[in-house]
T-cell receptor
Framework: NAGVTQTPKFRILKIGQSMTLQCTQD?????MYWYRQDPGMGLKLIYY???????DKGEVPNGYNVSRSTTEDFPLRLELAAPSQTSVYFC????????????FGEGSWLTVV | TQLLEQSPQFLSIQEGENLTVYCNSS?????LQWYRQEPGEGPVLLVT?????EVKKLKRLTFQFGDARKDSSLHITAAQPGDTGLYLC???????????FGPGTRLSVLP
């Protein structure tokens, strides 16, 4: 059971470049999330989705975009990368938020130079 | 806005010692969860507590949910180096769509 799969694992971007972090889950979960975790810190919600075709902003959405065309996939797009976007990004999914487990991917380490 | 606070922020102890970490809020949560994140990995669920006053045990880990469902604690008995990691508490937001995460307690158990 693969769970939540993120790619790439590591990436170095130059300032101003764009990229997409891919995320897919095979648990048929309706809810999907993107978090960032800065060194030594907790998790901050970037965007979330409660189902295909529905997305909404989290705590720190500026500089990012998402789409949810299928239940399985929830890619995160970084436009015009900035050094402040250097972080570890986690994709996650759950069946719901109340009483349900949130399953995380292994993380994507992004450095913007 | 629902917030979860965790204390202490950092904890470094020797193998074999006992410890307790706390998760507190001014808001009532329908449930609270504890996750552990090991270096280089994503968080993994340890436990979910649902009922006020509930106590759950997972080997050397004991979790308690406060009677008023505003706080929770995690007690580790005879800590081992394998317990090292970031401990996060989390609960559902008022809309039931997102998880509210605390900032975490970073535990280091030295051999």
């Amino acid at each position: 059971n693969a769970g939540v799969t993120q790619t790439p694992k590591f990436r170095i971007l130059k300032i101003g470049q764009s990229m997409t972090l891919q995320c897919t889950q095979d648990m048929n979960h309706n809810y999907m999330y993107w978090y960032r975790q800065d060194p030594g810190m907790g998790l901050k919600l970037i965007y979330y989705s409660v189902g295909a075709g529905i997305t909404d902003k989290g705590e720190v959405p500026n500089g990012y975009n998402v789409s949810r065309s299928t239940t399985e996939d929830f890619p995160l797009r970084l436009e015009l990368a900035a050094p402040s976007q250097t972080s570890v990004y986690f994709c996650a999914s759950s069946q719901g938020a109340v009483g349900n487990t949130i399953y995380f991917g292994e993380g994507s380490w992004l450095t913007v130079v | 806005t629902q917030l979860l606070e965790q204390s202490p922020q950092f904890l470094s102890i020797q193998e074999g010692e006992n410890l307790t970490v706390y998760c507190n809020s001014s808001s009532v949560f329908s449930s609270l969860q504890w996750y552990r994140q090991e270096p280089g990995e994503g968080p993994v669920l340890l436990v979910t507590v649902v009922t006020g006053g509930e106590v759950k045990k997972l080997k050397r880990l004991t979790f308690q949910f406060g009677d008023a469902r505003k706080d929770s604690s995690l007690h580790i008995t005879a800590a081992q180096p394998g317990d090292t990691g970031l401990y996060l508490c989390a609960g559902p937001d008022n809309y039931g769509q997102n998880f509210v995460f605390g900032p975490g307690t970073r535990l280091s158990v030295l051999p």
